[in-house]
Antibody, heavy 117, light 110 residues
Framework: QVQLVESGGGVVQPGGSLRLSCAAS????????MHWVRQAPGKGLEWVSF????????HYADSVKGRFIISRDSPKNTLYLEVSSLRPEDTAVYYC??????????WGQGTLVTVSS | QSALTQPASVSGSPGQSITISCTGT?????????VSWYQQHPGKAPKVMIY???NRPSGVSNRFSGSKSDNTASLTISGLQAEDEADYYC??????????FGGGTKLTVL
């Protein structure tokens, strides 16, 4: 079955950077678009970014555009999210999600990013 | 990229039916049949319950159904059960090649 395991979260100071990773298994990663979705503590879901199955297109929410970069390494079945110029409002659980045009097919368990001095 | 509008909370008794609305615009909900619904229990990852407005993934109870009219989508849960108590989110693809979620609805089973 589909398995998505996120890693790389942690505590970082405002203005800092992290690289989140998502190890995918149980499906043909190279055939699937992938999303990152985040959820601030006690808040709702927020779509962050999407990358096409072949990496040919990337799309971002306005709130992260210019600060976050999504990428993928299909031979390694791994999705990445480089997060930089972090702000306290970026504090959230970041979910890796197997995608479709209609939305979000399968979710990982998430990795927590805390932006605090 | 404004969030879709959902009621903050709904409630119902076991066996009853409830409906959660999700209102967007002609640029998202009204533009495509790419509306989906997600259930999230506390401390857990979301799970898709409805996709493409009214389709149920394998394994999801037929007590869950979806529909759409113009810029508003709806999720109906019939025969409410205690395990349905959770947060529910709608989502839509948009004309800007982005995705947007609703603010979420907390379902309480009385």
């Amino acid at each position: 079955q589909v398995q998505l395991v996120e890693s790389g979260g942690g505590v970082v100071q405002p203005g800092g950077s992290l690289r989140l990773s998502c190890a995918a298994s149980g499906f043909t990663f190279s055939n699937s678009g992938m999303h990152w979705v985040r959820q601030a503590p006690g808040k709702g879901l927020e779509w962050v970014s999407f990358i096409m199955y072949d990496g040919s297109e990337e799309h971002y929410a306005d709130s992260v555009k210019g600060r976050f970069i999504i990428s993928r390494d299909s031979p390694k079945n791994t999705l990445y999210l480089e997060v930089s110029s972090l702000r306290p409002e970026d504090t959230a659980v970041y979910y890796c999600v197997k995608g479709a045009f209609w939305g979000f097919v399968s979710w990982g368990q998430g990795t927590l990013v805390t932006v605090s001095s | 990229q404004s969030a879709l509008t959902q009621p903050a909370s709904v409630s119902g008794s076991p066996g009853q039916s409830i409906t959660i609305s999700c209102t967007g615009t002609s640029s998202d909900v009204g533009a495509y049949n790419y509306v989906s619904w997600y259930q999230q229990h506390p401390g857990k990852a979301p799970k898709v319950m409805i996709y493409e407005v009214s389709n149920r993934p394998s394994g999801v109870s037929n007590r869950f159904s979806g529909s759409k009219s113009d810029n508003t989508a709806s999720l109906t849960i019939s025969g409410l059960q205690a395990e349905d108590e959770a947060d529910y989110y709608c989502s839509s693809y948009t004309r800007s090649t982005t995705w947007v979620f609703g603010g979420g609805t907390k379902l309480t089973v009385l």
